[in-house]
């Protein structure tokens, strides 16, 4: 079973610009992710997909390799990471280099580490699965949540049978945090594929690595953390 683990690492962002390649505990925030894919020794091939000639030398200083930028149309903000993903795959194809198993990992989440990697693949073999995503639990039931009229109404809130019920006794609900995709090429590579569909698997991982930044207070927080793990 040959795998390759894909990072995606567009230049810019309006949220925070730069983001991918801000100084995190002292070294650009996507050589956590590189390193992290390296140290976990299961990827036969470990690469950055980036747009940037700056972004591929950090990415190339780090260990991964950077065989071609994207094209315009991937480079482009309405681009997703699976539209990366198949075109990285495409490519390497026509060079003749073919793969069984892709793994997007998230350069966003720094403070998945090698072990939450290798536990994702562990699932992923184990179940025989299609398709493994990494979620985290939500940190309040979703029985607490709302929607609220245009006149900021609570009233169906009030009526809820949830409402006065306490957090242990409500079931565990789970959503993705964006740090560990692992999926079969042939399922992503099929016309109108869905990865979600049959056979997908959720690896939990601890909310202290399931940090996804996206803004300047999520970087400014897995900053503080960092450094309270680093001390």
């Not at 315009?72 to 026509?94: C, F, G, P, Y």
């Not at 693949?121 to 009229?149: C, G, N, Y």
């Not at 409500?170 to 049959?198: C, F, H, W």
């Amino acid at each position: 079973m040959k795998n390759i683990a894909i990072i995606p690492a567009r230049s810019g962002s309006k949220g925070l610009p730069d983001k991918n390649i801000l100084p995190l505990a002292h070294k650009p925030m996507l050589a956590y992710t590189i390193e992290a894919a390296i140290k976990s020794n299961i990827f036969d091939y470990v690469m950055v997909s980036t747009d940037s000639e700056q972004y591929a030398g950090i990415a190339q200083m780090y260990g991964a390799d950077v065989p071609f930028l994207r094209s315009d149309q991937t480079a482009s903000d309405k681009a997703s990471s699976w539209d990366v993903v198949r075109e990285v795959l495409e490519k390497l194809k026509v060079a003749g280099k073919t793969f069984d198993v892709v793994t997007l990992l998230q350069p966003t989440s720094p403070l998945r580490d090698a072990d939450d990697i290798k536990g994702a693949m562990k699932l992923f073999i184990q179940q025989k699965a299609k398709t493994v995503v990494s979620v985290r639990e939500t940190d309040h039931p979703l029985e607490w949540s709302f929607l609220i009229d245009k006149n900021n109404s609570m009233e169906d809130f009030a009526r809820s049978a949830y409402r006065n019920m306490r957090r242990q006794d409500l079931p565990k609900r789970y959503i993705e945090n964006g740090a560990i995709y692992i999926t079969q090429v042939e399922k992503l590579m099929a016309p109108q594929s869905d990865i979600y569909l049959d056979g997908c698997y959720a690896y939990i991982m601890e909310k202290n690595h399931s940090y996804d930044i996206d803004d300047k207070f999520d970087f400014e927080l897995v900053e503080w953390v960092l450094g309270r793990i680093t001390n």
